[in-house]
C-alpha cells in the first residue's frame, strides 16, 4: 500500500521560511508527477506547485512564484518544499498528492496525504 507522509509544517512568522517534506513508503517517487496542494479553512483546495519526473518541470501558481521551491531527491523518495517569505495569507493545510502530470493533469490526483500544517502569524 502506497502511503505519502508529509511533515515540516509548523508556525512560522511572516517573512520567515519553512521546508516541507513529502515521503513515500510503498513505492518509489521516482516515476510519479508529485503536487503540493493547500487547503485553508472555508476555501477550496488549491495546487500550489507541482514536478515532473523526467526533465523534473516545475510548476508554481502565481501567487507563489519566487518564493516556493518544489525539488526531488528519488535516493530519498522525498518531495520537497521550500517556502520563504510566507504571508499570512500562505496558512493552510499543505499535502502532497501523486498527480496526472506536471503542468498538464495537476489536478488529476491519484491518492495523496494527510497534511502538514503551516500556520503564519506575528
Known amino acids: 500500500q502506497v502511503q505519502l507522509v508529509e511533515s515540516g509544517g509548523g508556525l512560522v512568522q511572516p517573512g520567515g521560511s519553512l521546508r516541507l517534506s513529502c515521503a513515500a513508503s510503498?513505492?518509489?517517487?521516482?516515476?510519479?508527477?508529485i503536487g503540493w496542494f493547500r487547503q485553508a479553512p472555508g476555501k477550496e483546495s488549491e495546487g500550489v506547485s507541482c514536478?515532473?519526473?523526467?526533465?523534473?518541470?516545475?510548476y508554481y501558481v502565481d501567487s507563489v512564484k519566487g518564493r516556493f521551491t518544489i525539488s526531488r531527491d528519488n535516493a530519498k523518495n522525498t518531495v520537497y518544499l521550500q517556502m520563504d517569505s510566507l504571508k499570512l495569507e500562505d496558512t493552510a493545510l499543505y499535502y502532497c498528492?501523486?498527480?496526472?502530470?506536471?503542468?498538464?493533469?495537476?489536478?488529476?490526483?491519484?491518492?495523496r496525504g494527510q497534511g502538514t500544517q503551516v500556520t503564519v502569524s506575528s
Open positions: 498528492a501523486k498527480i496526472g502530470g506536471c503542468p498538464a493533469g495537476f489536478n488529476a490526483i491519484n491518492y
Open positions: 510503498g513505492s518509489t517517487l521516482e516515476y510519479s508527477a
Open positions: 514536478i515532473s519526473t523526467n526533465k523534473g518541470n516545475t
